[in-house]
């Protein structure tokens, strides 16, 4: 979980020439939209979905969510104007809080997009995301993840793409997702090492909400913030399995109070009811009732 602690729960992707979508967005229950100018917008829409996303940033009522941009990759004749438009709103307040950079293939992309990013004015409120998506950024992902040491990069999120990790290696995307485990988890210990937030991809099948429930909770217990979604109705299943249940934050709350009593001060371990718990445990409390206050801030 990042410094700022923004539940990153639900993320929903709509395609930037989706005029429908972009309305509908402010007033879904989703902690984040993600804009897509990349795979879901046509070549030939490309520049008319960028003057539209700019046109409903500029005017704005996404409130508590947090608005990013998907814009086309590095190697595309999209790419810069993608990055000037959105750099450009940025800087004027009616932009969105970060840009997010598909199939990123190792960090020297995000220190070239940072120093454009820079040479745009954008201000430093403006973040980079970065997908995660090809066999090169699995096998690069500490090193992309630790990028975010250095403020040039801007970044604060990593995204799992698997439908493209699907496409380029040949992993089939099955229930439990056994074939992409590894690559999963190594994604999550990255974003840790690096600092940053980690979101799961997305699960193809809109209308089938027990099978994406089943991911959600896989999700959350291999240590995603949240995961990336597609249609709104994936958005109450996916709050509900990466949202601390009542009972974890008062048993949180409970034994962080434990250890702040003065007679705990110089216990390192202390048992309650039967189970050991040390300081670390209390410093997991403490992350635990941090991002329910948030979540309740946030509603
Ligand atoms: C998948 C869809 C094309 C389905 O659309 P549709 O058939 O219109 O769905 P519904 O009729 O059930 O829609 C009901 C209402 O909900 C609104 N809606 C639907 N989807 C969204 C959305 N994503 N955001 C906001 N609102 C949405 C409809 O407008 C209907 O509203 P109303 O008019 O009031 O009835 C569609 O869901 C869709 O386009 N989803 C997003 C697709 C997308 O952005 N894909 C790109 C990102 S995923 C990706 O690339 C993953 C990654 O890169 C990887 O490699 O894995
Ligand atoms: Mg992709």
Redo the contacts with the bound molecule.
């Keep these: 979980m990042s410094p700022a602690l923004r539940p990153r729960r639900s993320v ?4 930037g020439a ?1 005029a ?3 309305e ?2 402010r007033s ?1 229950d989703c902690d984040g ?2 804009i ?1 100018l ?3 917008v046509a070549p030939d829409a490309k520049a008319g979905a960028r003057a539209l996303v700019a046109e409903a940033l500029a005017a704005g009522g996404f409130g508590h969510r947090e608005v990013v941009v ?1 814009v086309n990759g590095a190697d595309t004749p999209w790419f810069e104007d993608d990055l000037a438009a959105f750099a450009a709103t940025a800087a004027t307040g009616a932009g969105p809080d970060a840009v997010l950079i ?1 199939k990123v293939a190792d960090p020297e992309t995000l220190r070239v997009t940072g120093r454009r990013l820079d040479g745009l004015g954008a201000p430093v409120g403006l973040k980079v995301w970065a ?1 995660i ?1 090809t066999p090169l950024a699995v096998l690069k992902a500490g090193e992309i993840a630790l990028a975010a040491r250095d403020p040039l990069s801007r970044l604060a999120v990593l ?9 380029e290696t040949g992993a089939r995307i099955v229930p439990g997702r056994a074939p992409m485990q590894a690559w999963l988890s190594l994604c999550v210990l990255a974003a840790r090492a690096g600092g940053v937030d980690v979101l799961d ?2 699960w193809n099948g ?1 209308r089938d909400l027990e099978g994406f429930a089943r991911e959600c909770v896989e999700a959350a217990d291999l240590g995603f913030d949240g995961k ?6 994936q958005i109450e299943p996916c709050n509900a399995a990466f949202s601390p249940p009542e009972k974890e934050v008062d048993e949180a709350r409970m034994l962080i109070e434990v250890f702040d009593r003065p007679e705990n001060a110089a216990k390192g371990v202390l048992q309650i009811e039967g189970r050991m718990f040390e300081r670390m445990h209390a410093d997991i409390a403490r992350k635990t009732v941090a991002l329910a206050e948030a979540i309740a801030a946030r509603n």
């Design positions: 929903l992707y709509m395609p989706n429908r979508a972009l509908k967005a879904l939209v993600i897509d990349e795979d879901a998907r598909p997908m998506e995204v799992l793409g698997t439908n493209d990790l699907s496409k991809g997305v809109f990336t979604l597609i249609h709104p109705t």
